[in-house]
Structures are given as structure tokens and as C-alpha cells.
């Protein structure tokens, strides 16, 4: 069993596409700026994957059983005292959403970012009220 250090996370990048530039240490830096607001005192490790879309859409339909491309997945697969965290995030949706938002698509993965980070703290964007507070925590923690 691998131990970790009281209060440390790991954050691990892997870049699997190339359509779009990764600054790892500005998302490395986004996550330790969530974990640290949000008072998180687990240790553990999170891994943040950029992929496309046909691999996320692969993955959707496997563990969520939705046949579509989505922005963000998030798994924890950790205890009560543990983060063992994957997250993907599509790069091609970060382009097409930058487009339709008029952003970069730099700061459409930091939001994908922090928004795969928020899942995996608990929280949720299924009920209005739940996507307004998902909404309002972004924007605390993306600088635009």
C-alpha cells in the first residue's frame, strides 16, 4: 500500500491530444488553489488527462453509460481520508465551447479543471440550484 504524506495530493498531467496547448504548472497550481479553499486535508493523488472527444465519448459510455461527448469526467475511487482521483477533460470541447464563448481554449480547460475538482469535492450540477453554486464556485477559482 502506498503511503502518502498528511495533507498532500499529488496532481498528475497527462497530455493525450495535441489540437491544444497544456500549462501544467498554471492547472497544478488551480488545483492546489481549490484544495487549499476548500479546506481539503486528504492526501492521495489526482490524475488529470486531456484527451478528444472519441476518448471521451469511449469512456462516457463505458462507466456512465451515456453514448455522447461530454467536457468533464470525474472518478474518485478513494475513502473518506484518500483522494485516488482520475479526471479527463476534452480538449476538443474546450475548443468548441472557447469559440461559441469567445475565450481561449486555455481558459476553458482551467474551468473544466475546476469543475472536474468540485466533482470530485461533492458537489453536483444535476438540480438549477446545484449548477448555480458549481457556477459561482468556477468563478471563485478561475481567474479570467
Known amino acids: 500500500m502506498t503511503k502518502y504524506k498528511r495533507g498532500g495530493v499529488e496532481i498528475i498531467i ?4 495535441s489540437e491544444l496547448p497544456i500549462r501544467p504548472a498554471k492547472i497544478k497550481n ?3 488553489k481549490i484544495l487549499k479553499g476548500e479546506r481539503v486535508k486528504k492526501t492521495g493523488w489526482i490524475n488529470i488527462c486531456f484527451v478528444d472527444n472519441p476518448v471521451i465519448r469511449k469512456f462516457n459510455a463505458k462507466f456512465l453509460k451515456s453514448d455522447k461527448t461530454t467536457d468533464v469526467l470525474a472518478f474518485n475511487s ?3 481520508k484518500l483522494i485516488l ?3 479527463m477533460i476534452s480538449t476538443d470541447k474546450a475548443i468548441e465551447h472557447a469559440r461559441r464563448f469567445k475565450t481561449t481554449g486555455g481558459d476553458e480547460l482551467l474551468l473544466y479543471v475546476a ?4 466533482h470530485l469535492l461533492g458537489f453536483n450540477d444535476h438540480s438549477k440550484t446545484q449548477i448555480k453554486m458549481m457556477r459561482k464556485k468556477e468563478s471563485q477559482y478561475v481567474d479570467r
Open 14 to 17: 497527462k497530455n493525450l491530444q
Open 30 to 32: 488551480l488545483v492546489r
Open 78 to 80: 478513494g475513502n473518506g
Open 85 to 87: 482521483a482520475d479526471i
Open 115 to 118: 469543475h472536474g475538482i468540485l
